[in-house]
């Protein structure tokens, strides 16, 4: 096992928007010697594993990557290229091509797998709406631990550096979770506007004008980035470039060629 796969061990983690976890105590191997698990101690929260391809080393730190967001990037790519080879396969169809039937067959099998994905867009969004709701939960808890401290100050039970020491801690958190709700709002506009119909128009607007065309999730993610001074911002693009190469042959495999 490489050095680089154990540096894990002892390391703090944290998600990808700041948030501690805890701090990794072990790795768990398959029967091949393969990662599927770091072990987090979570303080009272206990020993969670949490799974390999969720987390990446940076610096002295191990950032957690949520699932909702490895499956939102795979479904926006997968659907991306899906659409680009149905609009492709459209043009072949409108021309009076020799390769017209062949075009047909494969623009059946494309129309079957943007169904397909579609489906899976209804479920990536059912887990998002999910997590907004979770949450509002934890905003609602934080709002209350801060509302119980300034009660405390306000009766003389706290001291004012003590108030303003949870102040910052509990805005800190706040912020966390307000980075988390910005990338799940930019993922659902996403989701709803990448149709046929709006790559029709992007590729028109394109080749025929000086229009912007909308923004990838990636570039959606880099400028969230520089507005939000306290997320990791090597970590996202450490992130997009693991989560790309792990998920690149994956695309290749399930859209026909």
């Known amino acids: ?149 300034k009660l405390q100050f306000r009766s003389n039970e706290m001291k004012e550096e003590t108030y303003q020491q949870v102040k910052v801690q509990t805005d800190e958190l706040i912020e966390h979770i307000n980075n988390e709700r910005a990338e799940i709002g930019n993922v659902k506009e996403k989701l709803t506007t990448q149709t046929l119909e709006n790559t029709v128009t992007t590729s028109s607007n394109s080749s025929s004008s000086t229009l912007a065309t909308p923004p990838t999730l990636e570039e959606a993610e880099e400028k969230q980035t520089e507005q939000a001074p306290n997320q990791p911002a090597e970590v996202v693009s450490v992130v997009q470039v693991s989560a790309a190469s792990s998920e690149e042959k994956e695309e290749e495999d399930d859209v026909p060629t």
């Open 1 to 149: 096992m490489s050095e680089e796969k154990l540096g894990f061990v002892g390391k703090q983690v944290k998600d990808i928007y700041g948030t501690y976890i805890g701090r990794a105590v072990g790795i768990i191997t398959q029967n091949d010697g393969e990662i599927e698990a770091v072990g987090v101690d979570c303080g009272s929260g206990g020993l969670k594993q949490l799974p390999y391809e969720q987390l990446v080393i940076q610096g002295e730190y191990v950032f957690f990557i949520p699932r909702w967001r490895l499956d939102a990037q795979r479904l926006l790519r997968q659907k991306s290229l899906t659409l680009k080879r149905i609009k492709a396969l459209q043009d072949i169809l409108s021309e009076n091509d020799s390769m017209k039937e062949d075009a047909e067959l494969v623009y059946i099998k494309y129309e079957k797998k943007l169904h397909e994905l579609d489906e899976t867009g209804k479920q990536v969004n059912d887990k998002l709406n999910t997590r907004l709701s979770e949450l509002d939960l934890e905003v609602k808890n934080i709002t209350a631990v801060l509302f119980d401290a």
